[in-house]
């Protein structure tokens, strides 16, 4: 069975600070990989793909271990509309939709002033 | 562009009701999927659609009914609600890119079946 792990904290943060929290998967022929941010009570948007040479947007930046099956993700400078719950996704499936699709259940951000 | 709407935001069922909950995209997208969200578990996939007449299980399709009749619209069924389906539902709508699916979540339907 496919598999996504996350540490489902909270993160209690202070803003400005750093922070960063991983991803493991169990499928080594994961194929894409996702990052995802969900507020209290939306639903989820994309907040970046994850490339196998890792990505940056702004603040954010993505990075992909395919020997160690682990995803991270780190927020610089963090704000407090950071907090938020982070989803990891995995797609198992080259090529694959939805049915090759597996999240974690999500790490809770919390930013304090 | 509305994205994905989703109809209604909240509902509330008795043992034993059936109802349709309503999905909607508007970015031509092929890739069509339901999830559900229970508290302390990921995202489920319940039925997804790869396009217009084509439509398949996931991973947790017992009780529920879809149909693709057209690229924009996904319905789904409850053929008779029962209290484990309260849940919040989620509808997704996809594309690729360079190979992989970002998914567009609509805002969600919060059910509750008493």
């Known amino acids: 069975r496919k598999e996504v792990e996350q540490d489902p904290g909270p993160f209690n943060v202070p803003e400005g600070a750093t922070v960063a929290f991983n991803c493991t998967y169990s499928?080594?022929?994961?194929?894409?990989f996702f990052w995802y941010r969900q507020d209290c009570r939306k639903e989820p948007k994309l907040l970046m793909s994850v490339y196998s040479s890792g990505n940056e947007d702004g603040r954010f930046t993505a990075q992909l271990n395919r020997a160690s099956q682990y995803i991270s993700l780190l927020i610089r400078d963090s704000k407090l509309s950071d907090s938020a719950t982070y989803l990891c996704?995995?797609?198992?499936?080259?090529?694959?939709?939805?049915?090759?699709?597996?999240f974690g259940k999500g790490t809770h951000l919390i930013i304090q002033p | 562009n509305a994205g994905v709407t989703q109809t209604p935001k909240f509902q509330v069922l008795k043992t034993g009701q059936s109802m349709t909950l309503q999905c909607a995209q508007d970015m031509n997208h092929e890739y069509m999927s339901w999830y559900r969200q229970d508290p302390g578990m990921g995202l489920r996939l319940i039925h997804y659609s790869v396009g217009a007449g084509i439509t398949d299980q996931g991973e947790v399709p017992n009780g529920y009914n879809v149909s693709r009749s057209t690229t924009e619209d996904f319905p789904l069924r409850l053929l008779s609600a029962a209290p484990s389906q309260t849940s919040v539902y989620f509808c997704?709508?996809?594309?690729?890119?360079?190979?992989?699916?970002?998914?567009?979540f609509g805002p969600g339907t919060r059910l509750t079946v008493t």
């Open positions: 997704a709508s996809s594309y690729s890119v360079r190979g992989s699916y970002e998914q567009y």
């Open positions: 996704v995995v797609n198992g499936v080259t090529g694959g939709g939805a049915d090759g699709l597996t």
């Open positions: 499928n080594s022929a994961s194929q894409s």
